[in-house]
Each structure stands twice: as C-alpha cells, then as structure tokens.
C-alpha cells in the first residue's frame, strides 16, 4: 500500500525556517517524481515545488523560489522542503504527493505549518 | 506559467443532478490535464488523468473531455458523497499548476 506521511510543521515566527519531511513507502521512491503542494487555510491548492525521480530536475513556484528548498534521500526513501524567510502567507497545510507521469496519484495527509508572531 | 481558469466557481444541484465543470487553459496542454476532488479536512484525490482517463476505483459517473486550451468535467447524476471541490491541474508543464477550484454544493 502506498503512504505518504508528512511531518515537521508547526508554529514558527516570520522570518524563520522550518524543515518539511515526507516519509514514503509501499512504492519504488527512487522511481517517481515528487511535489510539495499546499493549501492556505479555506484556500485553494498551490503548487510548491517538484522534484525529479533522481534530485537533479528541481522546479519553484514564484511564490518560493529562493525562500524554499525541495530536496530527497532516495536512500531513506524520505523527501525534505526545507522553508526558511517564512511569511505569514505561506500559513498552509502543506502536502507531499507522487508526481506519476505528471499527476498526483498519491498524497500525504498534510502537515499545518502556521507563521505568526 | 500556465494559468488554468475554471467555471464557475459555485454549483449549486441537487443529487440526481448532472454537472458540468469546465477548466480553461492560459495556452495550449494537448491533454495533460487532471481533476482532483477534494472534501473537508482530507487530502485531494485524482480523478481523471490525461483529460479523459478515470484513475483507479473511480466511478464511471465522473468522466472528462477536452484537449488544447478547454476541458471539462462531468458528473452525471450526484450522489451525496459527490459534494466537494473540485480542481483541475495541468501537466504539461514542469511547474504543475492548480485551477482555483469549483465548490459543487448541495441546493
């Protein structure tokens, strides 16, 4: 059975940083492309960031380019958003998901990352 | 940056109904497009890939059309647990855009 689970959000001030991690198992991770959606509280869905089965094709949504990090350990078959010079606007839950042949076939539960003083 | 546009932004139906999403591309995708559904307080799940292609144990009910820069999503008689948002998401670009989202909602 494929799972994603996401963890490591949380309350943090702006201006800070905050490591997303994405735990999977039940598929071959090193095979599949992966994403970083998230979701502003009664918002609609936002991409983040995509990441090639390999590591080496890396893509940003403006919104975070610069700011944000997408990385992955095929070896710990973990994937990584390492967020900092965070703002109140990238309050979200934020998803990881399994990019199949360019669509979401798998998502993670989310993790609520919330950026307030 | 591909801007994906869907209408309209509100569906009011009662179940039984049919409805009709459409999904507007800022320029042409072929047919790399997919629909998610997406309840309260879960996760979105994948629907329709490729335009027209139902994902597994989806129900025949829900099918999609369309290719270039217009698609659709129709549902053809609701059911309850039909009562969701609904978004589109294009794949033909690396940086993989979300539609803003169409609420069906129970009249």
């Known amino acids: 059975e494929v799972q994603l689970v996401e963890s490591g959000g949380g309350l943090v001030k702006p201006g800070g940083s905050l490591r997303l991690s994405c735990a999977a198992s039940g598929f071959i991770f090193s095979s599949y492309n992966m994403n970083w959606v998230r979701q502003a509280p009664g918002k609609g869905l936002e991409w983040v960031s995509y990441?090639?089965?390999?590591?080496?094709?890396?893509y940003y949504a403006d919104s975070v380019k610069g700011r944000f990090t997408i990385s992955r350990d095929n070896a710990k078959n973990s994937l990584y958003l390492q967020m900092s010079s965070l703002r109140a606007e990238d309050t979200a839950v934020y998803y990881c998901a399994r990019d199949n042949n360019a669509y979401n076939d798998y998502w993670g539960h989310g993790t609520l990352v919330t950026v307030s003083s | 940056e591909i801007v994906l546009t869907q209408s309209p932004a509100t569906l009011s139906l009662s179940p039984g109904e049919g409805a009709t999403l459409s999904c507007r591309a800022s320029?042409?995708?072929?047919?790399?497009l997919a629909w998610y559904q997406q309840k309260p307080g879960q996760a979105p799940r994948l629907l329709i890939y490729?335009?027209?292609n139902r994902a597994t144990g989806i129900p025949a009910r829900f099918s999609g059309s369309g290719s270039g820069t217009d698609f659709t999503l129709t549902i053809s008689s609701l059911e309850a647990e039909d009562f969701a948002v609904y978004y589109c998401?294009?794949?033909?670009?690396?940086?993989?855009?979300f539609g803003q989202g169409t609420k069906v909602e129970i009249k």
């Open positions: 998401q294009q794949g033909s670009s690396w940086r993989r855009t």
């Open positions: 490729d335009a027209s």
């Open positions: 320029q042409t995708i072929s047919s790399t």
């Open positions: 990441i090639g089965s390999g590591g080496i094709y890396i």
